[in-house]
């Protein structure tokens, strides 16, 4: 090529790389070894703000930011010792208004054909927006992470494709592992779930993988570190597809619920408990507003017992309108008050169904307050087939009182024939020790039917009142010995509360005729004066000592009862053993005491 058009091509290529120098999108400088700005383009001042006469003035030392300085310098030092041949750098110059401009700078050295450095070429892009939106990005994850952590959320983010699956410390935290504890994978994380919950769960994972709306949310539980399970709220999202819209990234939170949860399955349990109760309930229930006595509500035993097709037939309307007979307006008035006063009222009465059948039922009805609203909670009771059982048992009863007063009235009527039979044979005898015996058979047959006499005028047939049956006693056993009334006198002093059943009343009323007849035999010789003292009294551990005494001569001197041949005191003693109770006497010139204690 000719001098002339090697020239001119020179000339042409220089031309061009003027173009593209001074106009290319980008910031190019040529720098000198001492960081002077030798040559600057329109991007590069349009970033910087300088003019270029203004950076052509000073280096590029004067505009960079302190901060990104020596790293800045440490790269041009090896490219000037050849260690590298070009270098990339994020860094930031300070604008001439002063605000920094982060760039990103290219730089590479100019050598001649020695290899001597000859000056730096510089390619400056602005990345600043960039770095702001990093910047944001960077804050937008520190704020959702101190949100995160703040509300102990744990963050899960799963790289759909690998399986990996990262958990932040919280999540960790929230089942009480420790970071190294689980391998960070989404099998290990599909191992955690409950085995109820496992199926679904990732049914409902794997549709939401295919679909785009927005996020997604369900509640599973999970295993904890000791076993326990955990429940938690899911949410979860899809945010990144590849082109064909297969899933790549799926981020999302982890909840801890399983306070409220618990809190929740005991208020279902609490809720379903109290329906079970109200609808399986035996007897009919009734709900009652308090004010206008309307029922408000009725259980499935309401429907059935009274026979309705539907429990709105119960609602709305009166209890007492499902009465055989209804409340007169003065009883439904006390009815009302006795609630109010004393929160409850019941009572047995008749009702009648839909379908005209007559049923018994014990109705009971309490106060309750629900949400702040008074209600009467009325509870119906079948008891038809008890008042039919009660009638005949009454009906039972009645025939047995009949049959058992005619058989106290026989057993009375043949003790009295005994009695005047005894009576009737002692007036052929002469002999007077036979006589006496025959008196004393006679006064404890006369004992004996004086009970069975008591029990068939008595309203209480198992019981007799002791008070009375001795005063009987006694004074049939004075008129007996026909004792002048002004010699020997009787003092009794009774407790009115004692019964005795038949048995007992039988034994202690022959203990009192012996006992009452021996005082009458022998404590007033020759027609003296005296008094006969009949004791019966409950102390206060409730036993019962029974005293008979007398003011007469006494017992004789070195009486011994096993001795006697007193047969009434030998039975007296008998018979005390036999009702489980002690015999006890004391007698000197004063008179004699027997007592009979009863435990």
């Not at 009452?516 to 409950?538: D, M, T, W």
């Not at 007469?552 to 001795?563: A, S, Y």
Request: aromatic content about 10%.
């Amino acid at each position: 090529m000719e001098p002339k058009q090697t020239e001119e091509a020179l000339k042409e290529s220089e031309a061009r790389f003027r173009n593209a120098f001074d106009y290319a999108a980008i910031g190019m400088a040529v720098v000198g070894l001492d960081g002077q700005w030798l040559e600057v383009n329109r991007s590069l001042c349009e970033i910087v703000g300088y003019s270029e006469q203004e950076l052509l003035n000073t280096n590029f030392q004067a505009i960079t930011h302190p901060d990104d300085l020596v790293k800045d310098v440490n790269l041009i030092q090896q490219l000037l010792t050849g260690e590298i041949r070009y270098f990339h750098l994020e860094k930031r110059y300070i604008h001439k208004l002063g605000y920094s401009v982060w760039i990103f700078l290219s730089g590479c050295l100019i050598r001649d054909t020695e290899s001597k450095p000859l000056y730096f070429i510089s390619q400056i892009k602005d990345i600043t927006e960039r770095k702001l939106g990093e910047e944001k990005l960077r804050s937008s994850e520190e704020r959702l992470h101190l949100a995160l952590e703040a509300s102990g959320d744990g963050l899960w983010d799963w790289n759909v494709v690998t399986g990996e699956l990262y958990l932040s410390p919280q999540w960790v935290k929230m089942l009480d592992y420790e970071v190294t504890d689980l391998p960070y994978h989404v099998s290990t994380w599909e191992s955690l779930i409950h085995p109820d919950d496992r199926p679904w769960v990732m049914n409902k994972l794997n549709s939401h993988l295919q679909d785009d709306s927005f996020y997604y949310k369900f509640e599973y539980r999970l295993k904890t570190k000791s076993g326990e399970w955990k429940w938690i709220a899911n949410y979860g999202k899809v945010v990144m597809r590849d082109r064909n819209g297969m899933p790549l990234r799926m981020i999302g939170i982890h909840r801890d619920i399983n306070d409220r949860k618990q809190a929740e399955l005991a208020l279902i349990y609490s809720r379903d408990l109290k329906e079970a109760i109200f609808n399986e309930s035996t007897d009919a229930i009734f709900l009652v507003d308090a004010e206008t006595l309307l029922n408000v509500d009725c259980n499935r035993r309401a429907v059935e017992l009274f026979e309705v097709d539907s429990r709105d037939e119960l609602l709305n309307i009166e209890g007492q309108s499902l009465q055989k007979f209804r409340f007169t307006d003065a009883e439904l008035t006390n009815i009302v008050a006795e609630i109010r006063t004393q929160g409850f009222w019941k009572r047995e009465m008749e009702y009648v169904t839909k379908k005209g059948k007559v049923f018994w039922g014990n109705f009971t009805t309490k106060q309750i307050e629900v949400a702040g609203k008074k209600f009467n909670l009325g509870r119906v009771t079948d008891i038809t087939n008890r008042k039919q059982a009660d009638d005949k048992l009454r009906a039972s009863l009645k025939e047995k009182e009949v049959l058992l007063r005619e058989i106290h009235h026989r057993v009375k009527n043949n003790l009295q024939v005994i009695y005047s039979l005894l009576n009737l044979q002692s007036k052929y005898i002469k002999e007077e020790k036979i006589l006496e015996i025959f008196r004393e058979c006679k006064n404890r047959v006369r004992a004996m039917a004086m009970i069975h006499e008591q029990l068939y005028i008595s309203k209480n047939m198992s019981q007799i009142k002791l008070d009375d049956y001795i005063k009987n006693l006694a004074q049939e056993l004075f008129r007996s010995y026909k004792l002048p009334g002004s010699l020997i006198s009787l003092y009794t002093e009774l407790d009115e509360n004692v019964f005795l059943d038949t048995d007992l009343a039988v034994s202690y009323g022959l203990i009192v005729n012996e006992l009452i007849s021996n005082c009458l035999k022998y404590a007033f010789p020759q027609v003296r004066k005296g008094e006969v003292r009949v004791k019966a009294k409950l102390d206060s551990e409730n036993k019962l000592t029974l005293i008979v005494g007398d003011n007469g001569v006494g017992l004789p001197q070195h009486f011994n009862l096993e001795e006697s041949k007193h047969l009434g005191l030998r039975i007296v003693k008998l018979l005390a053993q036999q009702i489980g109770g002690e015999f006890r006497y004391d007698s000197n010139n004063q008179g004699t005491e027997f007592k009979i204690l009863l435990n």
